[in-house]
């Protein structure tokens, strides 16, 4: 194999890496927000007086990590990697409907929650699997 066929594999596991690298990093974020800030408002009345979130935080979240997700997801399905790809695709429907879904805001958080959980493990599992063939791109 020559340097530059080298180069060139290893540029897609690198941009495969950072972007599941993000999409973990972005769950993880999801999952602080909907478990840590409720129980930090709750303890300060002072802060949740103050402290106003918009309603279109939860929109742009899942406007930024979905097509990331989606891309990722779908690649693991093309590696015939289908209960990642179902599983991302079930936490990526649940913060969506979360989003939309008329509910109480516990509700909210529990969906929230579940689909960021179901979305983390999808993206640890993709990147595993890939790392564990000795693939270098999902």
Known sequence: MTMDRLTATARPARTADVAEGVAISASILCLIHCLALPVLLAGSPWLSRTMDLPFDAHLWIVLLAGPVSAWLLSR?????????FAAGIAGLGCLVLALILPVSEPMEAVISTLGSLMLASAHVANWMARHDQGQHCA
């Open 76 to 84: 693991a399905a093309r590696q015939h990697r289908i209960g990642i």
